[in-house]
């Protein structure tokens, strides 16, 4: 018997309600609305309230894709979160998701893969499902950064918002799905985008954490050079493995980090303005939340069809990057 597909059947997405603009923050911190945009492309993102956290988040998105989907929460059988942000260390927040939906029969598990994490997420469902191990599930991309970023730190603390998505995906012998994935991993750049404290090496209030920082460090300068060259790598290697050129690829959805790191990537690919999806513009940088908000609203905008090609590509903290393609 031939291997299913794993199909996206439905997609639904969910982000904080408060929206903070670029002037917002020249009220605190020595910026401006130019150098920000100029620099990142960003104009506004959405900020988590006290009260909104990843599962929030997570479970709206989820809920969303399960009503479009008309499927029950009950007939769910795997529930994958990737985030860096879970609501707690442990319990894991794809148990939150399943115990907020009512997904009685899934099981559940957090893919710690940062800005890459959906798609590493959506790999693992997709090779489940098409080994069989299961017939469906939710794939969640969720982060909510701004709750753990140095809000004195100009450099960092402009570029995140809070938010995600989530897709339904299901066994299927439609010739489409998730077709090809690439995952890479640098560990020696772990140093360039960290939490120090929190873990086993530091744990928060021991002696050890003393003078370690407990929000969000990067080397900006380290990342960029990285972004854009791992974003190009990853998609070409992606294209090569699934026997496709740039020319078959309908949309473009990159993590949604900096206007100009998606601008050099496109660049390099030799890929039209109009096959690049950008809303880095509206939300920041969501980390795993990005690119599946991205590929709902492209969805919303009708720019993203039943059949088209389109390619995701994301990079992050570990170092991490990856690509995939899926046939909507
Ligand atoms: C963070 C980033 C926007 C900074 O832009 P940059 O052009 O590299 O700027 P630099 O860090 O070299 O800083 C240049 C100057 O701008 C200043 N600056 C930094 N943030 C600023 C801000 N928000 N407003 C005004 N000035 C700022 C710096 O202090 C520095 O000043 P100095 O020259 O007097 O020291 C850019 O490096 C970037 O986008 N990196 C990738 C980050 C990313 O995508 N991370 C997510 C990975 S998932």
């Known amino acids: 018997m031939s291997r299913p597909n794993a199909v996206i059947r439905s997609i639904g997405m969910s982000v904080a309600e408060r929206v903070m603009t670029n002037h917002d923050f020249e009220e605190f911190l020595d910026t401006s609305d130019e150098w920000i945009k100029s620099r990142t492309g960003i104009s506004e993102r959405h900020i988590a309230s006290v009260e909104e956290t990843a599962s929030t988040f997570a479970?709206?998105?989820?809920?969303?894709?399960?009503?479009?989907?008309?499927?029950?929460?009950?007939?769910?059988?795997?529930?994958?979160?990737?985030?860096?942000?879970?609501?707690?260390?442990?319990?894991?927040?794809?148990?939150?998701?399943?115990?907020n939906?009512?997904?009685?029969?899934?099981?559940?598990?957090?893919?710690?893969?940062?800005?890459?994490?959906?798609?590493?997420?959506?790999?693992i469902l997709s090779s489940m499902i098409k080994g069989g191990s299961v017939r469906n599930g939710i794939v969640v991309g969720v982060d909510v950064l701004t709750k753990i970023v140095d809000w004195t730190d100009r450099s960092t603390c402009i570029l995140f918002g809070d938010g995600g998505g989530a897709v339904f995906m299901e066994a299927s012998d439609e010739d489409r799905g998730v077709m090809c994935t690439v995952m890479k991993s640098d560990g020696s750049g772990g140093k360039y985008i960290r939490l120090a404290v929190g873990g086993s090496l530091y744990p928060s209030r021991s002696?050890?954490?003393?003078?370690?920082?407990?929000?969000?460090?990067?080397?900006?300068?380290?990342?960029?050079?990285?972004?854009?060259?791992?974003?190009?790598d990853s998609c070409c290697t992606v294209l090569e493995k699934a026997g496709l050129s740039v020319d078959d690829v309908d949309l473009f959805v990159p993590h949604q980090a900096n206007l100009r790191i998606i601008e050099a990537a496109s660049d390099r690919l030799g890929l039209s303005p109009e096959k690049v999806f950008i809303n880095v513009d509206r939300y920041g940088n969501m980390s795993a939340g990005s690119i599946p908000v991205a590929l709902y609203e492209a969805e919303q905008m009708g720019r993203l069809k039943r059949g088209d090609l389109v390619m995701t590509v994301g990079f992050?903290?570990?170092?991490?990057?990856g690509a995939n393609l899926i046939r909507w």
Not at 316 to 321: D, Q, R, S, Y
């Open 207 to 232: 002696p050890q954490a003393e003078g370690k920082s407990d929000r969000v460090y990067m080397a900006g300068r380290e990342v960029y050079k990285f972004a854009v060259k791992a974003m190009g």
């Open 316 to 321: 992050g903290a570990g170092l991490v990057w």
């Open 59 to 99: 479970t709206r998105a989820a809920a969303e894709a399960l009503e479009k989907a008309q499927v029950d929460p009950k007939e769910v059988e795997m529930i994958l979160v990737a985030t860096v942000t879970g609501d707690m260390q442990f319990p894991s927040t794809s148990c939150l998701v399943q115990y």
């Open 101 to 123: 939906l009512g997904a009685t029969n899934a099981g559940a598990f957090d893919v710690g893969a940062a800005c890459a994490g959906f798609i590493y997420a959506c790999e």
